[in-house]
Antibody
Framework: QVQLQESGPGLVKPSETLSLTCAVS?????????WGWIRQPPGKGLEWIGS???????YYNPSLKSRVTISVDTSKNQFSLKLSSVTAADTAVYYC??????????????????WGQGTLVTVSS | SSELTQDPAVSVALGQTVRITCQGD??????ASWYQQKPGQAPVLVIY???NRPSGIPDRFSGSSSGNTASLTITGAQAEDEADYYC?????????????FGGGTKLTVL
């Protein structure tokens, strides 16, 4: 059974860099799939931050691209998120999740499963 | 970039059928996936692909697609189905690498 667990500081000061790690158990990241970060500001919807393919290729939300770095550490079977120059608008619950992409009769579908439990990061001085 | 549009709120009487929709150009190219999120919990996948349910998801949940619209149908809604529902797909307007989520639909079971 694949499980994901986020970890990192729950409080980050404005203008600093938010750093989170997602530890994966039950599956080797280097074996395949995409691995993503999604966030949810309090009371709002889900926002995709970015994903990393098992090969190391990264894909970022265009609206966050200038501030985001996602990396993978296959030796520890984990992947990480760095978001620089944070403001109060970056306060959110941050989730990591595995993303699958498959074709069904000529049409693709992507989905996130499983998800980590999420970790609340508050940006405040 | 592409967007996915959902109705903010929908209600259904206990035991009745409800359809939650998601519209967007990307859905002409991708089957949507659907997630259920209850307060204080992480989203849970309920539908993926053409109409596939993960293990443990009741068969009252089903998915369908037509043109630029994907639908999640709950047949015989239960009290425990009250939650926020989100759709998701890849963005077909660019490199097909970007991911988009709908704004979410709050389902109330009356």
């Amino acid at each position: 059974q694949v499980q994901l667990q986020e970890s990192g500081p729950g409080l980050v000061k404005p203008s600093e860099t938010l750093s989170l790690t997602c530890a994966v158990s039950g599956y080797s990241i280097s074996s395949g799939y995409y691995w993503g970060w999604i966030r949810q500001p309090p009371g709002k919807g889900l926002e995709w931050i970015g994903s990393i393919y098992h090969s190391g290729s990264t894909y970022y939300n265009p609206s966050l691209k200038s501030r985001v770095t996602i990396s993978v550490d296959t030796s520890k079977n984990q992947f990480s998120l760095k978001l620089s120059s944070v403001t109060a608008a970056d306060t959110a619950v941050y989730y990591c999740a595995r993303e699958l992409l498959l074709w069904f009769g000529g049409q693709p579908s992507n989905w996130f499963d499983p998800w980590g439990q999420g970790t609340l990061v508050t940006v405040s001085s | 970039s592409s967007e996915l549009t959902q109705d903010p709120a929908v209600s259904v009487a206990l035991g009745q059928t409800v359809r939650i929709t998601c519209q967007g150009d990307s859905l002409r190219s991708y089957y949507a996936s659907w997630y259920q999120q209850k307060p204080g919990q992480a989203p849970v996948l309920v539908i993926y692909g053409k109409n596939n349910r993960p293990s443990g998801i009741p068969d009252r949940f089903s998915g369908s697609s037509s043109g630029n619209t994907a639908s999640l149908t709950i047949t015989g809604a239960q009290a425990e189905d009250e939650a926020d529902y989100y759709c998701n797909s890849r963005d077909s307007s660019g490199n097909h690498r970007d991911v988009v989520f709908g704004g979410g639909t709050k389902l109330t079971v009356l």
